[in-house]
């Protein structure tokens, strides 16, 4: 708009200008007239501001350069709108918001300018204190994300120690009650692992960083992982902790297990908290099917205190319980249960309650799961087909008619035969009549708290009875085995097995069909003594500089048969890596803060000098916040393990990255007999090579390879071909002087030369690739003395001769160990060669036969004998059955047992080839 005549200004000014502060300027911005209000506010009288120039008013950053700015757009007809800062008589500044509109003469020229201001100063502190308050709040989260990252990192690294000296104690022989002891204090540490766990968790959904990893599952796994955690919280309640699981349900679904879990740990515990008596009802019932996908309810129920209608609408908020009595009382953070609706509400669902005060309270959701194969998850759960096993005739004994039909559903759909019983009178007559009637009962299983007769009464009276054949009698507990352990020895004698409540069907197919004849204290011995060795052979670095972890880290890892090294920091870390070329670290698990030198700046280091693209390295921490993740992984690590330790974890993330030979060495290294014991295999006469020669150190080379001499004498044709290659394209870049790759032939001349024990070939190639990358340096024509080059020919030359020796010795030793009487001209082949090929077939297809039988019955027999097939037969299995010796070096006994009906259909094949 434009003010047409300074007449109608001067109106404009009289109607306005007592409340509004307006002022009208000329083009070169002198004051011509000004209104009441804005001289009030400016403190200056319009005689004053008459003739001033209007910049002179304004605060020094609103000068004459501004004002051609708002000059150039008013004459060109257009309004200038913008915020200024004035300054008044008094010199203070206050802040006005202004309108510029161009004032044109009677012939239409643009002569002036009219402004009307309001004053915004209020406005203006009020957001310059929000911008503070802004600021103040982003440096309190950032501070906070710094605190609880500190924090998970001081509390995690002793956790670590106590949760690793635990596992380790539990390891140790110990009596039944102390066993009890060390499980209770694991589980109230990783109780209190599970607050911290809770603080992070509401951190992350906070920031909205929270995300799922869906992967498929075991519902079994799921649920005998929550039994274990959540019969540790009922301890001397009188709670029954019941599982109604519904026998429709998949056996694998797709879903973030963990956070699952750690949904269905939260509602559980608080519905055990909160329920001084009576049960608590974990189920999982199938709704439909929706596609690919099972829609599936999860629900707690309990009869505890349960929750006033007028509160329940409070208990999903973030540190709000159900009333304040209820902290003070229970404890807890009420944070759980904000955390547990985030989860469900990111995989699909929301949590609901029903409950009424003094009766109970029922929290459920339903969502729906994507539906995996059964046998994409490897686990050792998964019930067998049940349709060929005897179908028992099985009795069952509990008051408690709920866990009584639950237990009952579990068995029938084990295809069992099944009796109940409420009381152990009605058990003894039902057992009474089964005799009788001669339909003797299998399986007795016989809840421990009873009222009248109890389990143990029950249980004296099935034994007296002795019956032919004997009942196989479990006990059921809901109080984690302490009426076990009161017991005497006798008593104890009566039954095969304790199962603690709740009880799923894999923990009692376990108890019943996988270890029938084991009590509970035998149970966990064997299941100690049988563990398979997964990292067996495993290389492994640990840089830790705190000594308690140090202790575990390396006793858990010793424990899976991996053999580790310790460093005590990142420096000695780098130069531990640096110095192992000759036998290098399948990985290395580094720590994050430590003295001298933390493990991002040891990681980043490594990655920048040592050559190796394949060398493994995972950040194993108590900082395990996001952030510290991708630092890691940003400064070059593989992967990432929190600490307190998951053993499970850990050996899971070291097998993913395990080197491609790691099945190989695990067989040989369970072949292997320590030199010590076997000195014939590299002979006593000092005298020769074997012993130490400057040729050819064969004792040493074994030493550094573990002991493993089968891994050395494999490597020796290999060597004699590479080497003899290697040598000629040496001989090639030197006479073409091709400086680079000169050098790196020199380079891995002197690493293998070094590997088979060839100490000094290895130092002549080491001279001369410092000599070449010396004269490449200095940007001179990279040369080799003719002389130097006969004298690295002729080393090679002997080295293959000793090697050729260091064989011969090892198959006449070989043969003559195997009590074997071969000719001369056979005196340096296989044993596969001293039998006709008809021969081998046969006495391969007969081994491979039995060891099919052991390996389905997991007899562990069944690895004596492949060794004995793998001595006689190295050929046939060396190309066909590197499966088979991957799967039972990791003791997967059921699917070796399929490889080897696998190999002998290939075995008239090969036989022919």
Known sequence: ??????????????????????????????????????????????????????????????????????????????????????????????????????????????????????????????????????????????????????????????????????????????????????????????????????????????????????????????????????????????????????????????????????????????????????????????????????????????????????????????????????????????????????????????????????????????????????????????????????????????????????????????????????????????????????????????????????????????????????????????????????????????????????????????????????????????????????LMAMRLLVVEDNAINQQVASELLTAEGANVTLASDGQQGVQAVLSASKMPFDAVLMDMEMPVMNGITATRELRQIHKRDDLVIIAMTANAMESDKRACLAAGMDAHVSKPLDMEQLVRTLLQYAPKDLARRQVHAAQTVPLASTPQAVGQDKTMTFSSSSVLDVRKAIERLGGESEVYFELVEPFIEDSSHLMAQLKLTASQQQGQELARHLHTLKGIAATMGADDLADLARQLESDVKTQLTLRATPELNPDKIAQLEAGLSAVHDALHQALEQQTKTTLSTSGASPDLDSQARPPDALLTKLELDEQLRQGLQHLADLLRKADLTALSLYRELQQHHAVILQTHGHLLAELISTFDFEHAATQCDALLNKLPLTSKA
Not at 487 to 498: F, I, L, P
């Open 1 to 534: 708009m434009t003010i047409a005549t300074h007449t109608d200004t001067a109106t404009w000014l009289g109607i306005l200008g007592q409340h509004t502060m307006l002022l009208l300027t000329n083009a070169q911005g002198q004051i011509l007239k000004a209104s009441p209000a804005f001289c009030r506010a400016s403190g200056y009288a319009m005689s004053e501001l008459q003739h001033s120039e209007l910049p002179s008013l304004h605060a020094p950053s609103f000068g004459a350069e501004w004002w051609s700015k708002l000059w150039r757009m008013v004459s060109a007809g257009r309004v200038w709108r913008g915020q200024i800062c004035n300054l008044n008589k008094a010199g203070q500044t206050y802040w006005v918001d202004v309108h510029a509109m161009p004032v044109s003469s009677q012939t239409g020229h643009i002569e002036g300018v009219f402004l009307l201001e309001v004053d915004i100063t209020a406005y203006r502190q009020l957001e310059q204190e929000l911008r503070r308050g802004k600021e103040e709040a982003e440096a309190a989260t950032a501070a906070k994300g710094q605190f609880l990252a500190a924090m998970s990192h001081d509390i995690r690294t002793p956790m670590n120690a106590i949760l690793g000296l635990l596992k380790l104690l539990q390891s140790t022989e110990l009596s039944t009650r102390q066993n009890e002891y060390a499980v209770k204090a694991e589980g109230a540490a990783r109780s209190l692992l599970g607050l911290i766990n809770d603080i992070l968790d509401f951190s992350k959904v906070e920031a909205g960083k929270l995300v799922l990893d869906p992967q498929a599952f075991l519902v079994e796994r799921l649920m005998r992982d929550l039994s274990v955690i959540l019969s540790a919280n009922v301890g001397k309640k009188q709670v029954e902790l019941l599982f109604d699981i519904d026998p429709e349900l998949p056996p694998a679904l797709v879903a973030d297990a963990m956070r699952l879990q750690q949904v269905l740990i939260n509602l559980g515990g608080n519905a055990i908290k909160f329920t001084e008596t009576g049960e608590v009802v974990v189920s999982l019932r199938l709704m439909a099917y929706q596609g690919d996908c099972a829609l599936v309810r999860f629900a707690v129920r309990d009869t505890g205190i349960g929750v006033a209608q007028e509160n329940v609408k409070h208990i999903f908020e973030q540190f709000s319980q159900a009333e304040r009595s209820t902290t003070r009382r229970f404890g807890g953070t009420g944070l759980g249960l904000a955390i547990c609706q985030h989860f469900v509400h990111l995989m699909g669902g929301t949590i609901q309650v029903e409950s009424r005060l003094g009766v109970g309270s029922e929290f459920f959701f339903e969502i729906s799961l994507p539906v995996a194969e059964a046998s994409a998850v490897d686990d050792n759960l998964l019930l067998p087909n049940l349709s060929d096993n005897k179908s028992l005739r099985v009795l069952l004994v509990d008051d408690n008619l709920t866990a009584l039909q639950l237990l009952a559903d579990i068995c029938r759909s084990l295809g069992w035969v099944v009796d109940v019983a409420s009381s152990g009178h009605q058990a003894v007559a039902l057992l009474n009549r089964s005799v009788t009637q001669q339909k003797a009962y299998d399986l007795a299983i016989v809840d421990d708290q009873m009222p009248g007769m109890s389990g143990w009464e029950t249980v004296r009276c099935i034994r007296q009875r002795e019956l032919q054949p004997p009942c196989h009698l479990l006990l059921v507990t809901a109080n984690n085995h302490q009426n076990w352990f009161e017991r005497s020895t006798a008593e104890q004698a009566w039954v095969n097995g304790v199962l603690t409540k709740p009880v799923t069907a894999s923990t009692l197919f376990d108890a019943v069909v996988r270890y029938p004849e084991k009590g509970l204290d035998q149970h966990l011995k064997a299941t100690r003594a049988s563990k398979p060795k997964r």
